[in-house]
Nanobody, 118 residues
Framework: QVQLVESGGGLVQPGGSLRLSCRAS????????MGWYRQAPGKERELVAA???????SYADSVKGRFTISRDNAKNTVYLEMNSLKPEDTAVYYC????????????WGQGTQVTVSS
């Protein structure tokens, strides 16, 4: 059974960088898109970066120019590189993969905490 395992979160100072990883334990077929979401305390879960199967990327305005989503197909892994981190980036970050199999299927990572604080 497919699982998404996230890693790379932690505590970082403002202006610092982190790289989140999300590895699929098994094969996911008919991938439509993959992305990273985050949910800050008291706020709704927000899509911050997305990558389609064709290679197109999109970012939330709040992270444009600072975050980069990428993937390594050979490693079944999607990454989120976060630079110039701000306290408002503090949130739990979730990896998401959407598949067209069986209509529409979504896979979610367990979430990894990112805290930006001095």
């Amino acid at each position: 059974q497919v699982q998404l395992v996230e890693s790379g979160g932690g505590l970082v100072q403002p202006g610092g960088s982190l790289r989140l990883s999300c590895r699929a334990s098994g094969s996911i077929f008919a991938i439509v898109a993959m992305g990273w979401y985050r949910q800050a305390p008291g706020k709704e879960r927000e899509l911050v970066a997305a990558l389609t199967s064709s290679g197109s990327t999109s970012y939330a305005d709040s992270v444009k120019g600072r975050f980069t989503i990428s993937r390594d197909n050979a490693k079944n892994t999607v990454y989120l590189e976060m630079n110039s981190l701000k306290p408002e980036d503090t949130a739990v970050y979730y990896c998401n993969v959407r598949s067209g199999s069986w209509g529409s299927v979504e896979y979610w990572g367990q979430g990894t905490q990112v805290t930006v604080s001095s």
